[in-house]
């Protein structure tokens, strides 16, 4: 028979919520902000696989040119909610206990294989009937360290010189400059990943996000 | 929605040792879609609780029970928990959209907010509040990195405003203003004070930074010899900056580009007013005769070709942050 469960407590759907909108802002602010000066690449080496960067012209189709101004208004803005939720996030999760089923455990790694190869096609075994798989624990955790990441880098950034020790510890300015960016190409990239499973996944999965409760199956013991 | 639902039904099936008698196939035909259902009443939302429900007593959740019916088969069950469920989604996804449209307006009305110097009012409020925030922590203590002399990068030049053409330097006198009486320096005047050699990062607020090897005076040095005076107009002194007037503006010959500084940013010891860059005097590219080199702000408050210096306690006006970039910019 079916039953509902109760997933994600209220908070937890706030604030995540409340990040998506945040995150996105931050990200294409962020965008505004690296258009003036779009120097990274991928490549190995001296040799340029692609440029992190587009022709002149289709940063000004896409209108994203000469908006500096603007972006650096909206990430310094901004920033505060985005580090609020985010913090607040964390607090939560440890004082109600959530956080026991987020973060990683011994068998998450050789599970998270296992699941990635499910999803692949290349394994049979679903993967286990748990609030988060061991995949999601190390998804769901990793991306809370590299927003917290995020946060100091882009402190080290924003006042290299009364957080100069920051700044050297993340190896200098343009190596803080150069974490703070390639966190935001991994919150693309899980975002990306997180939509397509959530897709896959399928409705009751996504609705307990929305509704908190999701509709099992269980059986009578 | 349904399809899902249904084939977690028809995963039923296989399960055993059910305690009441099993309606695994009428579930499905049980399953009213949304659309067939009639329109819902808050009635619902008042029904009795789980607590006189025997069959899922386990169930974490207080659902409503029919109110007719004994809840004592799984298809009474299975439609009550229906209903919840209804419950549930309409009230969680009346909230999300409720909160989309709420932040798509709050979205809106930032945009369509007067602007105050290029940016919107609320995003020009929160520049301020920042600037609040990092004067609080500010300490002229705190220095910036230094570098050792094969750190130096190439010199980029970058920015012509306020350097007019056909600029005769050998005219260029400094004017001080805003303290006990007004001032005019020679470069003489400004050679005679201490000089103070740095190697520090200038770092642009587009992103991109080079090392430089600074030459010149501090502006403190300079400020101690003709000071800035105090909020209550008496005679200032340098070392006591919290009860000086607030601000220091800058601006070139043509008043093609000025800057404003806050006052302890001025006194930083690794402000310096530069005369030369990188072992050689300054070229007219680079803000010849005096620039300043301040790596506690964004490049664009490193002025070149500096000739008056006010001290006040009203806010100098800025070049950039007439464009929409902070007044501040200070690290």
Redesign the interface.
């Known amino acids: 028979m079916k039953r509902l469960e109760k997933k994600h407590p209220l908070a937890i759907r706030w604030f995540h919520w409340l990040n998506f909108p945040l995150l996105m802002v931050m990200i294409w602010s962020g965008l505004l902000i690296y258009w003036a000066n779009p120097v990274y690449r991928v490549g190995l080496g001296t040799h340029t696989l692609f440029k992190m960067a587009l022709p002149e012209l289709r940063w000004e189709k896409l209108g994203v040119a000469f908006r500096l101004a603007e972006g650096l208004s909206l990430h310094f803005f901004f920033m505060w909610f985005f580090a609020i939720n985010g913090v607040l996030y964390v607090l939560y999760t440890l004082i109600s206990g959530e956080w026991r089923y987020l973060v990683p455990t011994r068998r998450s790694f050789v599970e998270a294989i296992q699941v990635t190869l499910h999803d692949l096609h290349l394994r049979k075994e679903a993967p286990p009937e748990r609030k988060f798989n061991g995949a999601q624990q190390i998804a769901y955790t990793a991306i809370i360290l590299a927003g917290l990441g995020s946060l100091l880098t882009g402190l080290a950034i924003y006042k290299p010189v009364q957080f100069a020790w920051l700044t050297f510890l993340f190896g200098g300015y343009q190596m803080a400059r150069w974490f703070h960016f390639w966190l935001t190409i991994g919150y693309v990239v899980f975002f990306v990943i997180h939509v397509a499973q959530v897709i896959k996944t399928g409705w009751n999965n996504f609705r307990a996000m929305v509704i908190g409760v999701e509709l099992r199956e269980v059986s009578n013991d | ?1 349904i399809d ?2 249904k084939q ?2 028809a ?2 099936e296989l ?6 008698t099993d309606a695994g196939p009428e ?1 499905e035909l049980a399953f009213p879609t949304s659309d067939q259902r009639p329109a819902t009443s808050d009635s619902e939302l008042a029904l009795p609780t789980s607590d006189q429900r025997p ?2 007593s386990d ?3 207080a ?1 409503p029970t029919s109110d007719l019916r004994r809840a004592t088969s ?1 298809s009474d ?2 439609a009550a ?1 229906q209903r ?2 209804r419950r ?2 309409r ?3 009346i909230t ?1 959209g409720a ?1 989309a449209l709420a ?1 798509a307006g709050a979205w809106k009305w930032l945009h369509t907010r007067p602007k105050i110097d ?3 009012w ?3 409020r ?2 301020q509040v ?1 600037e609040k925030v ?1 004067e609080t ?3 002229t203590s ?4 230094t570098f050792a002399q094969s750190s130096i990068t190439n010199a980029r030049i970058n920015g012509g405003l306020g350097l007019g053409p056909n600029y005769d330097a050998s005219t260029w006198r400094l004017q001080i203003s805003g303290g006990e009486k007004p001032v005019t320096l020679t470069m003489d005047d400004i050679r005679r004070l201490p000089k103070t050699t740095m190697i520090t ?1 200038l ?7 080079i090392v430089v090897k600074w030459a010149g005076a501090r502006l403190s040095d300079l400020m101690s010899e003709i000071p800035p005076p105090n909020r209550d107009g008496s005679r200032g002194n340098v070392r006591f900056p919290s009860k000086l007037v607030r601000y220091v503006g800058m601006e070139t010959p043509d008043r093609g580009y000025y800057v404003g500084l806050d006052m302890e940013s001025a006194i930083h010891p690794q402000t310096l007013l530069a005369y030369e860059m990188n072992d050689r005097p300054l070229t007219w590219q680079h803000g010849a005769p005096l620039g300043l080199a301040i ?2 702000k964004y490049g664009v408050k490193n002025i070149k070709r500096i000739a008056s210096i006010r001290y006040s306690d009203v806010r100098p006006a800025d070049f ?1 942050a007439e ?4 007044w501040y910019l ?2």
């Not at chain 2, 399960?15 to 009441?20: F, I, L, P, S, T």
């Not at chain 2, 705190?142 to 990195?145: D, M």
Request: charged share 30%.
């Open positions: 929605m899902e639902e977690q039904v995963g039923s399960e055993v040792g059910k305690a009441e579930i069959a899922t169930s974490e959740l659902l799984d069950d299975e928990i919840e469920l549930l989604s009230r969680g996804f999300l909160g932040t290029g940016v919107e609320p995003l020009r929160g520049f920042n990092a922590y500010f300490r705190r220095l910036t990195r990062e770092r642009c607020i587009e992103g991109w930074s790596p506690v950039w464009q929409g970039y902070d200070g690290h």
